[in-house]
């Protein structure tokens, strides 16, 4: 018996040493710009898991801004109506991740185009308390006209301490106001990292794992993912279960350029973090309804 304790002990002990080596996040906060408005609705997936993988990894205190809707200005290739639903979508995908993965009380998840004043407003406030041992990370899961407009309302001095984490130059050069090198311009330093559609937008079989779980959490995490993958405003998301932005704060959380973090991070690193957090809090037990007295 004490035999088969130790042994348990020490697999726990190896994977506990496993995750704290893949959770190295450098010093500073981060801010998230995600869009989920425009044709694409891949945010909907990169929205649920990287509000999960910033709670599992212990982090949730250091984001301090979340926008989604990015897209100021509706694209052709999105009706009206469906533009209204995406809204409410990623809305959706945000207060019903936080709230299930009881985390970010802290925060308020901005539309930015219904809520575009408040949403600049926050932006400039995380932008305004950064000082080079308290750097802002901002993470471009969209247009960069949001963050355009946030740096243009701040000042200067404070740009040198801002790092904007980018993948995909669809979202860089996708501005309705600011293209990609009038954001460089501003002076904030360039963080760039391989397209991460190649290793986490995948055969949505590859999520059968989180379908079938028994945690409701995580079954959560794949309804969301599979919101955009029934979606049929785009074509390319069929059979697909993607979560790419996801990409950028999985690079944070591993160390970005800091620390050696991971530039094409995958599902496995996604699945370990994630189910050792489930492991260590699982699911409260409900007991049976109470009878009401007579």
Known sequence: MKKNVLVIFLLLFSF???????????????????????????DLGGTAITIALL?????????????HSCDLVRDDRISEKAEKERHHLMQVACDMTARRWDAFNHL??????????????????????????????IIEAGEPD?????LQKTPKEKHKFIK????????????????????????????RIPDQNINLKLPISDWDWAKNHADS????????????????????????WDCSDAGMILYWITGANVNN????????V?????????????EPKRGPKRKKKK
Not at 146 to 150: Q, Y
């Open 16 to 42: 506990y040493q496993s995750i704290s080596q893949t959770i190295n996040p450098p010093k500073g906060r981060i801010a998230i710009v995600a869009d989920g408005n425009s044709p694409d609705p891949d």
């Open 55 to 67: 709670k599992a990894a212990g982090l949730e205190d250091r984001l301090v801004h979340y926008s």
């Open 108 to 137: 308020t998840f901005f539309d930015a185009v219904w809520q575009k004043e408040a949403t600049i407003n926050d932006l400039c406030w995380a932008i305004n308390t950064s000082t080079k041992e308290n750097p802002l990370w």
């Open 146 to 150: 949001i963050i355009g407009m946030a």
């Open 164 to 191: 904007v984490i980018t993948h995909h130059p669809a979202n860089d050069n996708a501005g309705d106001f600011y293209t990609w090198q009038q954001i460089l311009d501003f002076g904030i330093e360039e963080v």
């Open 217 to 240: 959490r995580i079954q959560l995490l794949w309804t969301i993912g599979k919101l955009a993958e029934v979606d049929n405003v785009v074509r390319f998301q069929k059979g697909k």
């Open 261 to 268: 973090g991971l530039k094409a991070g995958g599902l496995e």
């Open 270 to 282: 996604v699945k370990k973090i994630l189910l050792y957090f489930i492991k260590l809090n699982p």
